[in-house]
């Protein structure tokens, strides 16, 4: 099946910073969607962006799908964006919902 | 609008015993999910439904049952827990076809002992 792979694993900002996450998978997808994760364990829908580049707010994403990756930009980051963000894809030609997740990059930001 | 809730919150539960664990969606999405999220193996899907009446296998079924009996309930089933079953628990649900958004519920914390 389809593999994703996110990096880094792990990241510490300073409040202000900016930051970029990378997301790879090894096959063609018709769904991906970032999340974060607080650190209470809500779950958040970010962006579903299986192709092109969305904007909201402070946060961008852009999947380029012929390369098989897609990066999510935490631009001023604030110490609310701290959890864990994760990359979801489905690939093939369905459109099931049947999500395969990445292992996350857990992100720290201090005041 | 409450979105998804799920219940219990937490739950100990020995091994053997059955368990069933409640999601309900008041959005009248087509889609629901579960998943399970263990540290280190990120979230897994268990088992979906595209539509009331409909239910598939996810990646790591084995264990549990779901049913889908009208469009707000999709209830997953731990016929006989196991340990391995430890894990937090969550339900998604989304509009089905295209853009396919899922939202989450809150999860259940559940231990087999």
């Known amino acids: 099946g389809i593999q994703v792979e996110q990096s880094p694993p792990d990241l510490i900002l300073q409040e202000g910073a900016n930051s970029t996450l990378r997301c790879n998978f090894s096959d063609s997808v018709n769904n991906l969607q970032w999340f974060h994760q607080n650190p209470w364990g809500q779950l958040i829908n970010l962006f579903y962006i299986p192709s092109g580049t969305k904007q909201n707010g402070r946060l961008s994403a852009t999947t380029v799908a012929t390369e098989r990756y897609s990066l999510l930009y935490i631009s001023s980051s604030q110490t609310t964006d701290s959890g864990v963000y994760f990359c979801?894809?489905?690939?093939?030609?369905?459109?099931?919902?049947?999500?395969?997740f990445g292992q996350g990059t857990t992100l720290q930001v201090k005041p | 609008i409450a979105g998804i809730t799920q219940a219990p919150t937490s739950q100990i539960l020995a091994a053997g015993r059955r368990m069933t664990l409640r999601c309900t969606q008041d959005m009248r999405h087509n889609a629901m999910y579960w998943y399970r999220q263990d540290l280190g193996l990120g979230l897994r899907l268990i088992h979906y439904s595209n539509t009331a009446g409909t239910t598939g296998k996810g990646e790591v079924p084995d264990g549990y049952s779901v049913s889908r009996a009208n469009t707000d309930d999709f209830p997953l089933t731990l016929a006989s827990a196991v340990p391995s079953q430890t894990s937090v628990y969550f339900c998604?649900?989304?509009?089905?076809?295209?853009?396919?958004?899922?939202?989450f519920g809150p999860g259940t914390r559940l231990t087999v002992l």
């Open positions: 979801a894809v489905e690939g093939g030609s369905g459109n099931t919902g049947k999500l395969i």
């Open positions: 998604a649900s989304s509009e089905g076809g295209i853009p396919d958004t899922q939202y």
